[in-house]
Nanobody, 128 residues
Framework: QVQLVESGGGLVQAGGSLRLSCTAS????????MGWFRQAPGKEREFVAI?????????YYADSVRGRFTISRDNAKNTVFLQMNSLKPEDTAVYYC????????????????????WGQGTQVTVSS
């Protein structure tokens, strides 16, 4: 069982930055792929970024955030981060941390249904 707790959300003006953190319980954190997803009002939850566990920490980003967001992890602290720069109003959403230890390939890495553990979410609001 893995429990995830996010922090770092808030209100920021367009062009600003925020750093989200997600701390996980459990002793096998390093083997889990960790992801960030987001859900805006009236929309489905969508993939933002993931960083794989074993296998070299390979990273994937959604096209909408590539070049502006950076995902990283500190296995010694059981924590994954999402540095968000050049924020836009369309980045406004509840951001969720997620974890999986499934063996995934290709586009399955982006699927909400492939992640078994979720945090409670943290609100990010970007004003124009």
């Amino acid at each position: 069982q893995v429990q995830l707790v996010e922090s770092g959300g808030g209100l920021v003006q367009a062009g600003g930055s925020l750093r989200l953190s997600c701390t996980a319980s459990g002793r096998t954190f390093s083997s889990y792929a960790m992801g960030w997803f987001r859900q805006a009002p009236g929309k489905e939850r969508e993939f933002v970024a993931i960083i794989r566990g074993s296998g070299g920490g390979i990273i994937y980003y959604a096209d909408s955030v590539r070049g502006r967001f950076t995902i990283s992890r500190d296995n010694a602290k059981n924590t994954v981060f999402l540095q968000m720069n050049s924020l836009k109003p369309e980045d406004t959403a509840v951001y969720y941390c997620a974890a999986t230890n499934r063996v995934l390939y290709g586009s399955r890495w982006y699927g909400v249904e492939e992640y078994d553990y979720w945090g409670q979410g943290t609100q990010v609001t970007v004003s124009s």
